[in-house]
């Protein structure tokens, strides 16, 4: 199976074209606002992953599942792949997240089904 | 003399000398003055995707059946110079040099596939979207992303400190 190398959600990525370098634009920790109902217009989800030996040509379903505060059932976006070369990254972008309640928004990476990181956003309404 | 003449030239050909063993040619290719020379050209866009494919097309029009390829090593040279880029031309000049089989471009070809293995350790991205439909203006705020800390006082001292230096 793969290994997470990391994984961290962001407003932004660039990936540079020649040198394949990475950037992550303004890693999301909280967000404020003073009313509810609040949109997010872009987040980004990055997850690396490392290949192992045992990997071979298997394919890989990779989950991203997103807990907005106050919703019961989660918002889940799935991607399969293959290790084709020794790191694979999977930039998930999310476009007009909504959020409704103050709470915290979780979001979590899954590996075949199997939870293997999160990351949590603190959404606060501020007077 | 340009870079991309530097390396067809006679003088370049016979400083890396007679045919080395495959990883001996990569590893003395990557140290040579001409391959640093093309890395820091093309990085830099001096020289673009469209220059190198027409220098490659150049070159290969003095491809003869059952004759050694003249610049068999300057092939090599520019497979060894873009192989840790993640370029469109990188990927195809690497792969599909390595997918050849042809007796006149030995050492370019061998230099390919040691190049082409090199790559695997470069990361593949995967780019997915996922939209939600766009709710009406009004019923949405505006967020802020601050983070708590970055209001804090000390911060603002320090930011006071330099309005007023």
Known sequence: ??????FVVSEGISVDVLTNRISLFNVIEGVQSKELPILLPQIVATSTWNKEPSDGDNDYQTSL????????????????????????RIHQTIINLQITQPGELILEVLLNGKHI??????VKKID | ???????????????????LPPAALH???????????????????????????????QLLKNFRPAEK??????????????????????????R??????????TSCIKVAKLCLAGRERLAKNEYRQFIFPSPPNNNYREVHRV???VKDSHFENKYSDLVTA
Request: hydrophobic share 40%.
């Open chain 2, 27 to 57: 590893k003395v290719l990557s140290r040579t003055s001409e391959c640093a020379e093309l890395v820091d050209a093309y990085k830099s866009g001096v020289l673009t995707d469209t220059t190198l494919r027409s220098f490659v097309q």
């Open chain 1, 1 to 6: 199976m793969p290994k997470l190398e990391y």
């Open chain 2, 147 to 149: 983070p708590e800390t």
């Open chain 2, 1 to 19: 003399m340009n870079i991309l003449d530097k390396i067809k030239s006679d003088d370049f050909l016979l400083s890396v000398g007679f045919e």
């Open chain 1, 117 to 122: 990181a999160s990351h949590t956003v603190s």
């Open chain 1, 65 to 88: 599942r997103i807990y907005p505060p106050g919703e019961e059932r989660p918002k889940e976006f799935a991607i399969n792949f293959r290790m084709e070369q020794d790191r694979h």
């Open chain 2, 69 to 94: 390829f003249p610049y068999d090593i300057t092939l090599a040279l520019l497979a060894v110079s873009v192989e840790s880029f993640s370029s469109r031309f990188a990927e195809e000049f690497i």
């Open chain 2, 96 to 105: 599909d040099l390595s997918q050849l089989d042809l007796a006149e471009l």
